[in-house]
């Protein structure tokens, strides 16, 4: 018997280019690596010290920090490829991932795309044009108008036809970005002004379409996975319907809508089938994703939304139930392998639910948040692979010192967890989130475990609009006498460190350092609200604690205990909490041998089962500062000054210098971290301003000024008030 041997497959890349940043590009390399592939990074001037690049084999500039003259510019990533021998590019998700022309100038210069071929990235990646074209196919769409070309007035003509409330969306987004709701015909010109205005700066492309809003919708997607041999198959569906702004927050895989229903093999297998046909029309290769929207009152309709011709940030959930790893089948295919997973080979496997840590600040309105990461506890850490047996995995691209810049998007990592079912996943979930630990910089950890804990959620009661229901019930945790206390006594024991008594001594161990205590001494925290927490430590008690005071309240005990690294614990009154701490320091450091020893934190960074706080030490000079600045007001009163919320350009000014403006109304919008915040007037009066659109702004810097005349009774009466407040600050000290 003659044996004949078969062609052996392509061989795989001897060297990949990763065309992003942020924990995308960490994950693609960890794969590139467990494949015996060289990974390139490519960086701008902003991301320079950022972990993609330290892990990768290979790292090269590309370019300033803005997106445009880095991250996006096409002619830069190709001459990397030069630079380095890459053979082919992955293009992770957002940036250039879904450009068709970004691959037709791969292609030219003889590079692999790790992705699609430009006929589905040209048809999918418009979403006018794919909704169009899948009608063809047997793939349901939801009822609009997706015509190319529309003005705002053809768009206005044709609402009606739609019906209210509807959607407008840009043809050329993907992410939920730019997506704005309209109930009532008359908002409607407004909005589409300010949509085609996102669109542009955020896509290039300011083309919209008006789709129905489906009511009490789910936001269900399916896993394809494709080669260049004629094989489509899927890997199940995700839930994605916890949505702010239309932007996922968590998802999970499989769907509890189909789990709980006694048909929900079969819709999956349409939906499956479905998808397969959304790929099959457009000769589809490698990952893509097919979203759909399913309504929870008819779960068995859905309708075709877009196509994601490239990873999704959610799929994680999809490893985690399958064990296959969509890297690595990214990168074969694009070699030119054939799947070796057939459609019966797919088998979900209990449940897996990720939840998407980003920089900002839930309780202000989800306001990004900037600054440095100075401790980071992400356990059980990013090392396990894609795929692999485990209850929990974290993808980030965070490490300590590193810099969360505005120039880009702010989500920062994201937790995964595995049960055996839904309720396990979701408990695996929480614990993971309750210890996970990133101070330096506000992160929404603690809104992520309220929702994963809501009494809907846990249900699986979901739809894309429960979040905004549920937000104004959330009940934020807030800095107390613990964490003032906690901060005060480090603030002590950092001073008497760096000031030891003679006699007594700093600190006295125990599994750590203990205070001290050289009192009385009088601490002042600022807090991230403008308020002022006094704590007093003036003396110590019977059993070595010492006393303390959280303002005009009475003598309480306190000790303080350093545990291990950054660790802290604080006993209050015989109650006692652990802390994860971390100081922050400005100005110079005192000279001391090798080491020079700051002179004391300015701010304290502190955090407890997955919530954080910002304390700052405020010197005489700011805390008194902050006392003139509440008494200039009248309680209850707005702030008169408008300031940028963090650092960004100014994108549009609806008002000019000189206007008379109502309270709440919009005086200009800033784009920061790829989302429009509009400031609006704090109060009715009379508008400074003196910035322009384009101009580049600063964290907290005054935009606009409202002056309302005040009477001069009042004026006087302030000033008088300030000069008392003045002569008691003087006497506190």
Same mark, same amino acid.
């Given at each position: 018997m003659?044996?004949?041997?078969s062609?052996p497959p392509?061989?795989l890349?001897?060297?990949?280019?990763?065309?992003?940043?942020?924990?995308i590009?960490?994950?693609?390399?960890?794969?590139?690596?467990?494949?015996?592939?060289?990974?390139?990074?490519?960086?701008?001037?902003?991301?320079?010290?950022?972990?993609?690049?330290r892990?990768?084999?290979?790292?090269?500039?590309?370019?300033?920090?803005?997106?445009?003259?880095s991250?996006?510019?096409?002619?830069?990533?190709?001459?990397?490829c030069?630079?380095t021998?890459?053979?082919?590019?992955?293009?992770g998700?957002?940036? /250039?991932?879904?450009? !068709?022309?970004?691959?037709?100038?791969?292609?030219?210069?003889?590079?692999?795309?790790?992705?699609?071929?430009?006929?589905?990235?040209?048809?999918?990646?418009?979403k006018?044009?794919?909704?169009?074209?899948v009608?063809?196919?047997?793939?349901?769409?939801?009822?609009?108008?997706?015509?190319?070309?529309?003005?705002?007035?053809q768009?206005?003509?044709?609402?009606?036809? !739609?019906g209210f409330?509807?959607?407008?969306?840009?043809?050329?987004?993907?992410?939920?970005?730019?997506?704005?709701?309209?109930?009532?015909?008359?908002?409607?010109a407004?909005? /589409?002004?300010?949509?085609?205005r996102?669109?542009?700066?955020?896509?290039?492309?300011?083309? /919209?379409f008006?789709e129905?809003?489906?009511?009490?919708?789910? *936001?269900?997607e399916?896993?394809?996975?494709?080669?260049?041999?004629?094989?489509?198959? *899927?890997?199940?569906?995700?839930?994605? @319907?916890? &949505?702010?702004?239309h932007?996922k927050?968590i998802?999970?895989?499989?769907?509890?809508?189909?789990?709980?229903?006694?048909?929900?093999?079969?819709?999956?297998?349409?939906?499956g089938?479905?998808?397969?046909?959304?790929?099959?029309?457009?000769?589809?290769?490698?990952?893509?994703?097919?979203?759909?929207l399913?309504s929870?009152?008819?779960?068995?309709?859905?309708?075709?939304?877009?196509?994601n011709?490239?990873?999704?940030?959610?799929?994680?959930?999809?490893?985690?139930?399958?064990?296959?790893?969509?890297?690595?089948?990214?990168v $074969?295919?694009?070699?030119?392998?054939?799947?070796?997973?057939?459609?019966?080979?797919?088998?979900?496997t209990?449940? =897996?639910?990720?939840?998407?840590?980003?920089a900002?600040?839930?309780?202000?309105?989800?306001?990004?948040?900037?600054?440095?990461?100075?401790?980071?506890?992400?356990?059980?850490?990013?090392? &396990?692979?894609?795929?692999?047996?485990?209850r929990?995995?974290v993808?980030?691209?965070?490490?300590?010192?590193?810099?969360?810049s505005?120039?880009?998007?702010?989500?920062?990592s994201?937790?995964?967890?595995?049960g055996?079912?839904?309720?396990?996943?979701?408990?695996?979930?929480?614990?993971?989130?309750?210890g996970?630990?990133?101070?330096?910089?506000?992160?929404?950890?603690?809104?992520l475990?309220?929702?994963?804990?809501?009494?809907?959620?846990?249900?699986?009661r979901?739809?894309?609009?429960?979040?905004?229901?549920?937000?104004p019930?959330? @009940?934020?945790?807030?800095?107390?006498?613990?964490?003032l206390?906690a901060?005060? /006594?480090?603030?002590?024991?950092?001073e008497?460190?760096?000031?030891?008594?003679?006699?007594?001594?700093?600190?006295?161990?125990?599994?750590?350092?203990?205070?001290?205590?050289?009192a009385?001494?009088?601490? @002042?925290?600022?807090?991230?609200?403008?308020?002022?927490?006094?704590?007093?430590?003036?003396?110590?008690?019977?059993?070595g604690a010492?006393?303390?005071?959280?303002?005009?309240?009475?003598?309480?005990t306190?000790?303080? &205990?350093?545990?291990r690294?950054?660790?802290?614990?604080l006993?209050?009154?015989?109650?006692?909490?652990?802390?994860?701490?971390?100081?922050?320091?400005?100005?110079?450091?005192?000279?001391?041998?090798? =080491?020079?020893?700051?002179?004391?934190?300015?701010?304290?960074?502190l955090?407890?089962?997955g919530?954080?706080?910002?304390?700052?030490?405020?010197?005489?000079?700011?805390?008194?500062? $902050?006392?003139?600045?509440?008494?200039?007001?009248?309680?209850g009163?707005?702030?008169?000054?408008v300031?940028?919320?963090?650092?960004g350009?100014?994108?549009?000014?609806?008002?000019?210098?000189g206007?008379?403006?109502?309270a709440?109304q919009?005086?200009?919008?800033?784009?920061?971290?790829k989302?429009?915040?509009?400031?609006?007037?704090?109060?009715?009066g009379?508008?400074?301003? @003196?910035?322009?659109?384009?101009d580049?702004?600063?964290?907290? &810097?005054?935009?606009?000024?409202i002056?309302a005349?005040?009477?001069?009774?009042?004026?006087?009466?302030a000033?008088?008030?300030?000069?008392?407040?003045?002569?008691?600050?003087g006497?506190?000290?």
């Amino acid at each position: 018997m003659t044996t004949t041997l078969s062609t052996p497959p392509k061989p795989l890349f001897g060297t990949v280019l990763v065309a992003n940043r942020g924990e995308i590009a960490c994950r693609v390399i960890r794969t590139l690596r467990a494949l015996g592939i060289r990974s390139v990074a490519v960086y701008s001037d902003a991301d320079a010290g950022a972990r993609h690049v330290r892990e990768a084999d290979v790292a090269v500039r590309i370019g300033p920090a803005a997106a445009p003259e880095s991250y996006l510019k096409i002619e830069a990533i190709i001459q990397a490829c030069r630079e380095t021998g890459a053979e082919a590019v992955h293009p992770g998700y957002g940036f /250039l991932s879904e450009n !068709v022309d970004f691959a037709r100038a791969l292609e030219k210069a003889g590079i692999t795309f790790i992705g699609p071929g430009v006929e589905s990235l040209n048809i999918m990646g418009d979403k006018i044009r794919s909704k169009n074209h899948v009608t063809g196919y047997g793939v349901p769409v939801v009822p609009g108008i997706a015509e190319p070309g529309m003005t705002d007035a053809q768009l206005i003509r044709a609402a009606p036809g !739609v019906g209210f409330p509807l959607l407008i969306k840009p043809s050329a987004g993907g992410g939920g970005k730019g997506m704005h709701i309209v109930e009532r015909p008359g908002d409607l010109a407004a909005t /589409l002004a300010t949509a085609r205005r996102v669109a542009a700066s955020a896509f290039g492309d300011d083309t /919209l379409f008006l789709e129905r809003l489906v009511l009490t919708p789910r *936001h269900i997607e399916v896993q394809v996975l494709a080669d260049n041999h004629g094989n489509v198959i *899927h890997l199940g569906e995700r839930e994605c @319907s916890l &949505q702010r702004r239309h932007q996922k927050v968590i998802e999970e895989a499989p769907s509890p809508l189909l789990e709980s229903l006694p048909d929900g093999a079969e819709i999956r297998a349409r939906l499956g089938e479905a998808a397969c046909n959304a790929a099959r029309s457009v000769n589809y290769s490698g990952a893509g994703t097919v979203e759909f929207l399913v309504s929870d009152n008819a779960p068995d309709e859905f309708f075709f939304m877009e196509m994601n011709t490239r990873l999704q940030v959610e799929h994680p959930v999809t490893e985690m139930v399958t064990g296959v790893d969509l890297v690595e089948w990214q990168v $074969r295919i694009a070699a030119g392998e054939e799947l070796t997973v057939a459609q019966d080979d797919v088998v979900l496997t209990g449940h =897996s639910v990720e939840a998407r840590v980003y920089a900002e600040i839930p309780e202000r309105n989800f306001l990004p948040s900037t600054g440095t990461v100075l401790l980071l506890d992400e356990l059980p850490g990013p090392a &396990q692979r894609p795929g692999a047996p485990g209850r929990v995995r974290v993808d980030s691209a965070l490490v300590e010192g590193l810099e969360i810049s505005s120039s880009y998007d702010p989500m920062i990592s994201k937790v995964i967890a595995w049960g055996q079912d839904r309720t396990v996943a979701l408990d695996t979930l929480d614990e993971a989130l309750t210890g996970y630990t990133a101070l330096g910089v506000d992160t929404n950890v603690e809104y992520l475990r309220l929702l994963v804990n809501d009494a809907d959620v846990r249900a699986g009661r979901l739809d894309t609009g429960l979040i905004e229901r549920k937000m104004p019930d959330f @009940s934020f945790r807030r800095v107390g006498d613990f964490e003032l206390v906690a901060a005060a /006594l480090y603030a002590v024991a950092m001073e008497e460190q760096n000031n030891p008594a003679p006699s007594a001594g700093p600190w006295r161990r125990r599994d750590g350092w203990r205070l001290g205590a050289q009192a009385p001494r009088r601490v @002042s925290l600022g807090t991230s609200d403008g308020g002022i927490g006094a704590v007093g430590v003036t003396g110590r008690a019977a059993d070595g604690a010492v006393l303390v005071s959280v303002g005009d309240g009475p003598q309480r005990t306190a000790s303080l &205990q350093f545990l291990r690294r950054s660790r802290i614990e604080l006993t209050l009154d015989g109650e006692t909490r652990g802390y994860s701490l971390a100081p922050a320091y400005t100005g110079p450091a005192t000279p001391g041998g090798d =080491s020079p020893t700051p002179r004391a934190p300015t701010e304290l960074f502190l955090g407890n089962e997955g919530w954080s706080c910002r304390l700052e030490v405020l010197a005489r000079e700011t805390r008194l500062a $902050r006392v003139l600045a509440a008494i200039e007001r009248e309680e209850g009163a707005a702030d008169p000054a408008v300031r940028s919320p963090m650092p960004g350009t100014v994108v549009s000014v609806s008002v000019s210098n000189g206007d008379t403006v109502e309270a709440g109304q919009v005086l200009l919008s800033v784009e920061a971290m790829k989302m429009e915040h509009q400031l609006v007037a704090p109060l009715a009066g009379t508008v400074h301003i @003196s910035i322009m659109s384009g101009d580049l702004v600063k964290a907290d &810097q005054v935009l606009a000024t409202i002056h309302a005349p005040a009477p001069p009774s009042a004026e006087n009466a302030a000033e008088d008030t300030i000069e008392e407040a003045v002569i008691a600050m003087g006497a506190a000290e």
